[in-house]
């Protein structure tokens, strides 16, 4: 049995941010029903690469989840659509604020038909406050949150990270509030709204850059390839290539420098005695580790640090990573049968649970899939579904 077994979830967003967090409750045994609009659906389904005509980017996203389609601007759609809220547990939607309420979906209307509804609305902005009528994206995040201003190197231009942290970010702390209303809801009964603003859901991960800043008016600048407090805490460029290399305390700093580098005398460099001094002097002290480091390649320094107990690793491109002995012993990259696309490669869970891991059940939903089973449990007649998709209320 599955952690989430026999908790309905109706699924009403799309691209990442809501679609994670559906994946995220169905892979613990959630039952997940993907609404989808009729005109292509989720819009990720739109997204290349595409294999067979199947994106690939829904694919990775929406496992474990079924998918149908309503036209929710048509009465009889909607009436469907409340018969399933009427049973869910959860809704999760991330339109735009105030497109909800124009389609009849919104909280209140749902609340109206089942009270212990955990509804979670996730936006660019939130559902009050003075921005809450606009649109927001990942990237507008990553620029208003002061993200940007400390990414990349100083005095060159702001740069983004590599992947969208702040949808997946949103999508994360959509999932904990979930279950925490959920929890709340097994205690009292109680339902409730959350509201989820892309815009806000990293913030709380700026503890350093707020005790700085809060502390002493201190601003975050942009350190490029090393950390802003602990020194060496960066990338270190061995003969071959760079490291990652993390002596983030005391000890850690002296076991590098006796048992890795046999350069005992730079404990007793001025520049270097403390962290602070370091940090201070964080051009001069990689000058000298580089200076020494430049000779071996960069196994030999990643091994010697492994056996002095001292944090480093390489800085893989992607498909190292997914080739990495380690994640593939902790099944982290799973594999699984889609009808149209055929065997195909996802990243696995990052959460293992002793009793009830996480399983891949079923690929993502081809658009509309299981429409015709899912209004069959509502009573739906052949007939009927026949008659719907021929006007355009469903696919």
């Known amino acids: ?25 169905a892979d613990m045994g959630a039952e997940v029903i993907k609404v989808e609009k009729l005109n292509g659906g989720d819009d990720s389904r739109q997204m290349g690469p595409y294999i067979n005509d199947e994106s690939t980017c829904f694919s990775q996203i929406n496992r474990n989840k079924k998918s149908i389609s309503l036209n929710l601007k048509d009465e009889r759609a909607r009436e469907i659509f409340y018969r399933l809220a009427k049973d869910a547990d959860v809704i999760v939607e991330n339109y735009r604020t105030g497109v909800t309420k124009s389609l009849k979906i919104d909280y209140d209307t749902i609340k109206a038909i089942n009270p212990g509804i955990i509804y979670c609305s996730i936006s660019g902005y939130g559902q009050s406050g003075p921005y809450s009528h606009r649109g927001g994206f990942d990237l507008v995040a990553q620029g208003m949150t002061g993200l940007m201003s400390m990414t990349g190197e100083k005095g060159r231009r702001p740069l983004k990270t590599g992947i969208a942290v702040y949808d997946i970010g949103a999508g994360i702390t959509a999932v904990y509030s979930i279950l925490a209303a959920y929890i709340h809801k097994a205690n009292s009964g109680e339902g409730q709204h959350i509201d989820i603003a892309i815009t806000e859901c990293g913030l709380p991960w700026f503890a350093w850059e707020a005790a700085a800043y809060f502390g002493e008016g201190t601003l975050p600048e942009p350190t490029g390839w090393r950390h802003r407090v602990s020194a060496p805490y960066q990338a270190v460029k061995a003969s071959d290539g760079y490291i990652m290399l993390g002596c983030a305390n005391q000890r850690t700093w002296e076991r590098f420098c006796q048992d890795v580098l046999a350069r005992e005398d730079l404990m007793a460099d001025p520049r270097f005695l403390t962290n602070s001094d370091r940090g201070q002097h ?39 990573a997914m080739q990495d002995e380690h994640y593939l012993a902790r099944g982290m990259v799973q594999e699984m049968d889609h009808p149209v696309i055929g065997k195909m490669k996802t990243i696995g869970f990052p959460s293992k649970f002793s009793l009830t891991p996480s399983q891949i059940r079923s690929p993502a939903p081809l658009f509309g899939q299981h429409t015709d089973e899912v209004l069959d449990t509502l009573g739906v007649s052949p007939d009927q579904l026949e008659k719907l998709r021929s006007e355009g209320c469903i696919k």
């Not at 026999?6 to 995220?24: E, H, R, W």
């Not at 051009?283 to 000779?295: F, Q, S, T």
């Open 1 to 25: 049995m599955l952690p989430l077994q026999n908790v309905k979830v109706l699924d009403v967003s799309q691209i990442m941010a809501g679609p994670y967090c559906t994946m995220v409750l």
């Open 282 to 320: 964080v051009e001069e002290l990689e000058a000298v580790l580089e200076a020494i480091m430049v000779d071996r390649d960069m196994n030999h320094w990643l091994a010697l640090c492994d056996k002095a107990g001292v944090p480093a690793g390489p800085i893989n491109n992607f498909a190292q």
